[in-house]
């Protein structure tokens, strides 16, 4: 039986708390809501939980909505993270410098609330969709766990986190023995039902998130 879909996380960023309370509201039923006042507290939360979108608003006291973009696409893991900007500018310079520097959407205050709820349910289907197909590309269709492409990401990730770090890494290689000659008694398909054994065993043997 598959497990049901986790929901999706939305990170709310505005100074002004009648607004957050307000987009609260009429997201509460859409997503999981995260919510913060700043772009210090907003980049805290995106790295404790990777948001699925995030609404913005422009100009904060601060680290500014604009400055808060940058600093996530500047960030490996939270640069495919769409943001929509929220703000009083419906000037079209404004607007062209927010879809230049990253954004996906531009809503104009004040909104109106049918409007928002079609562009965050727009693009929350864009980003389940996204991810699907990035997760395809890195899961081995037989067995179902990472393929030599996630393999190759994570070592070079994993070996840079432990250059700065200072801590172990640790690599292992792990044989199959007399496959070959399982396979060729047994068949193909029991062969491959024996290789989705062995990698469940081995996902069911690690116990951290690393």
């Not at 995106?46 to 680290?63: C, Q, S, T």
């Amino acid at each position: 039986m598959s497990q049901p879909a986790q929901p999706q996380q939305i990170l709310l960023v505005d100074d002004d708390a009648a607004v957050i309370q307000l987009l609260g509201g009429l997201l509460a039923n859409v997503a999981a809501l995260r919510f913060a006042t700043n772009g210090k507290d907003a980049l805290r939360l995106a790295h404790e939980v990777v948001p699925d979108l995030i609404l913005l608003d422009a100009e904060m006291p601060g680290m500014s909505g604009f400055e808060l973009l940058q600093a996530l696409k500047a960030d490996a893991r939270l640069a495919d993270v769409p943001v929509i900007f929220i703000t009083s500018h419906t000037e079209a310079g404004f607007e062209v410098s927010a879809l230049e520097m990253g954004a996906v959407d531009f809503i104009a205050k004040p909104f109106r609330s049918s409007l928002v709820l079609a562009r965050v349910k727009l693009h929350l289907r864009m980003k389940r969709m996204t991810d699907g197909l990035r997760r395809a590309a890195t899961i081995d269709s037989l067995t179902g766990v990472a393929n030599r492409r996630m393999f190759d990401q994570s070592l070079v990730r994993e070996w840079l986190l432990a250059r700065r770090t200072g801590n172990p890494l640790s690599l292992l290689s792990i044989d199959v023995d007399h496959f070959k000659s399982f396979n060729e008694r047994y068949g193909r398909q029991q062969g491959d039902e024996f290789l989705r054994q062995v990698a469940a065993a081995l996902v069911s043997a690690c116990r951290r998130p690393a």
